[in-house]
């Protein structure tokens, strides 16, 4: 009998890290600033009539810190914390800092998605939250800042948190990210099981995934589950994003009606992967990420004009 | 959702001169504290939140026993629970006393 020699991971897990973990993790040591930091005690005014328990940060951490000696601004929101689903504080703390990034115009801006989407006890609050933030977004790319979206936590990023990363100038995701609105059980209560097997787990990372994100390009970067990973990825998307304007927007427009005449008819990620000319398709959902980016490399670069 | 506040007497002030610090996560079974340096050096102040209601005494008894074994004075601590055992309680309660403790991080 042979046995296998003990592996030890050092690099520590971006999806078992929590919130404030991630952000220690990928900014310079010891240069975060918080803002409206959890002894501010801005709970959420609402999940206390459902007699909920509140989180002082309300399940999102924001502030300022430095990436390879540069500042940028972060949120990381916590996805144990009501799936990290927005509310109205939530959304308002993301909101302020995309703000911030507008009025300080160059400063990158790194959000940690990981988000079920709206917060159903705070459903019209945290929807509007959802507007705000978008538009604060958008304004704030269209003042000059990159937004970077890093999306590998257990709660995915659905919901409005799906329609945030669609527009952040680049995404990075790992194996465990899952990108998409409407999650699997959503799908699958107003469609039926025929359309959507929710329980059907490799069909969800096949579907929602992040390698079938990457190579469909609704992701930009594919990383290992490592904080050091996202770092690095961080800064090559600050470096490689697009600006924001009228050819780039014109750009992305043809990137996805490009994309929707390609594989509007697949019915699988596997479909999809074969018309890409992966020819053991099958073997993709078991690869490194190492492999998979030289794959996904190999098959399609990243564009770099649209977004 | 039922609140408590407990005041103990330390025996001595906690270590450190960070002046706050959080660990871990409202969550099911899981709980945060956040610890704040804001009392006098034999002071300690425990306040908790919690959804599960009936559980006082238990409460009461892990508090005392942690104000014993770590003699938090000095600091504050601040508990959202979201239904933790009591050795989970006792756990974060010893990690947050450690992290306000440790120098830099």
Redesign the interface.
């Known amino acids: 009998m042979t046995s296998t020699p003990f592996v030890r991971h050092n690099a520590p897990s971006w999806y078992e890290a929590?919130a404030?973990e991630r952000v220690?993790g990928l900014l310079d040591a010891?240069s975060f600033k918080e803002f409206i930091?959890?002894?501010q005690r801005e709970t959420s005014p609402h999940l206390?009539i459902f007699?909920?328990?509140?989180?002082?940060?309300d399940g999102i951490v924001v502030g300022r810190g430095k990436l390879s000696g540069k500042p940028v601004f972060v949120a990381a929101q916590?996805g144990?914390?009501m799936g990290g689903a927005f509310g109205e504080v939530h959304g308002a703390k993301l909101t302020g800092l995309l703000r911030a990034a507008r009025d300080a115009k160059s400063i990158p801006v790194l959000i940690l998605f990981d988000t079920g989407g709206v917060r159903l006890q705070e459903a019209n609050a945290g929807e509007l939250a959802i507007g705000e933030i978008m538009r604060a977004l958008l304004e704030a790319r269209r003042a000059g800042a990159k937004v970077i979206g890093l999306i590998g936590g257990r709660a995915g990023c659905y919901g409005g948190g799906g329609l945030l990363a669609g527009c952040c100038s680049a995404l990075a995701v790992s194996e465990h990210g899952r990108i998409a609105v409407s999650g699997p059980e959503v799908i699958e209560t107003n469609r039926g099981v025929e359309e959507f097997d929710s329980k059907d787990r490799s069909l969800v990372w096949r579907t929602m995934g992040g390698k079938n994100r990457r190579l469909i390009g609704g992701a930009d970067a594919f990383v290992d589950d490592t904080i050091e990973a996202f770092r690095a990825a961080a800064l090559f998307l600050i470096e490689r994003a697009p600006a924001f304007g009228l050819d780039v927007l014109k750009a992305e427009q043809a990137r996805l009606a490009e994309r929707l005449n390609r594989f509007g008819a697949c019915a699988d990620g596997l479909d999809i992967w074969k018309q890409e000319g992966i020819v053991d398709a099958a073997s993709v959902p078991g690869m490194s990420a190492e492999d998979f980016t030289a794959l996904a490399n190999r098959i399609r670069e990243p564009r770099y004009d649209a977004r | 959702m039922e609140t408590f506040s407990y005041r103990h007497k330390a025996e001595r002030r906690s270590t450190g001169s960070k002046a706050q610090a959080i660990i871990g996560v409202v969550a099911s079974g899981n709980l945060e504290v956040l610890v704040e340096r804001v009392l006098p050096d034999t002071e300690c102040q425990v306040e908790v939140s919690t959804p599960i209601t009936g559980f006082g005494s238990v409460w009461e008894a892990v508090i005392t026993d942690f104000v014993e074994r770590r003699s938090p004075g000095g600091l504050k601590l601040s508990i959202n629970d979201g239904g933790a055992r009591a050795d989970t309680v006792a756990l974060r309660l010893a990690q947050a006393v450690r992290l306000i403790e440790e120098e830099g991080r």
């Open positions: 929590s404030r220690r010891g930091g959890p002894e206390g007699d909920l328990p509140r989180q002082f940060d916590e144990r914390f």
